[in-house]
């Protein structure tokens, strides 16, 4: 496989469909808010974004606006318990969003800007993954929440590519061929990857909130 073919078939095809379209992805004005983020970072996978994940997102923004940092945010927890504050029953997504929250307590990490900083250090991505359910789309997806130009190869991307005829051999090949497209095409990757997940999921963009 040829990184470079792969990357000239994959802007061929995107050229070539009139029906797609490159759209701004949007700014995720509540990055600054830890709640708000793990919140979305471990709701969803394998849900409906719009109807399941954004509300519950909101939800722990405007209702618990103190959760912005973990000091705040497991005092809220305790306070409320887990279940109440994300409104969610399913025991393995509350069970992974714990774990998140008691290793960010044990690597004194307290804000989101603090977890990207962390991050940011490719040293420390063996440790975060080490979460059960926990990652590299889970991690790319947290960046760009926090405004990183990346790729986070979801389901959608996979079938785009696939739809392409795209060949790729694991999720770093796919990121990067979708990546260096974007910078062939002179985009944003952020841009590119809410234009194939808008594309791929059937939505008018005007009704849907994706970063």
């Not at 792969?6 to 469909?17: A, R, S, T």
């Not at 719009?50 to 306070?79: G, H, Q």
Request: proline share 1%.
């Amino acid at each position: 496989m040829s990184q470079n073919i792969e990357i000239n078939k994959l802007i061929q095809f995107i050229e070539g469909k009139h029906d797609f379209s490159l759209i701004r992805s949007n700014i995720c004005f509540y990055n600054n808010h830890l709640g708000a983020v793990l919140t979305d970072i471990i709701l969803q996978a394998g849900l409906n974004y719009k109807t399941v994940v954004l509300p519950r997102v909101l939800r722990v923004y405007n209702n618990f606006e103190e959760a912005d940092n973990l000091e705040n945010l497991i005092f809220t927890i305790n306070s409320v318990g887990l279940e109440s504050f994300l409104n969610w029953k399913n025991h393995i997504k509350l069970k992974r969003f714990q774990s998140v929250i008691n290793f960010l307590d044990e690597s004194s990490i307290q804000t989101t800007s603090e977890l990207l900083d962390y991050l940011n250090d490719s040293s420390n991505l063996k440790y975060f993954k080490s979460i059960p359910g926990i990652g590299d789309k889970t991690i790319d997806y947290f960046f760009k929440l926090m405004h990183v130009e990346t790729i986070a190869v979801d389901r959608h991307i996979i079938n785009f590519l696939n739809k392409a005829e795209i060949d790729y051999n694991s999720y770093q090949s796919a990121k990067r061929i979708v990546e260096f497209t974007a910078d062939m095409l002179n985009v944003s990757r952020r841009d590119i990857d809410y234009s194939i997940w808008n594309y791929m999921s059937g939505n008018s963009f005007q009704n849907v909130l994706e970063f």
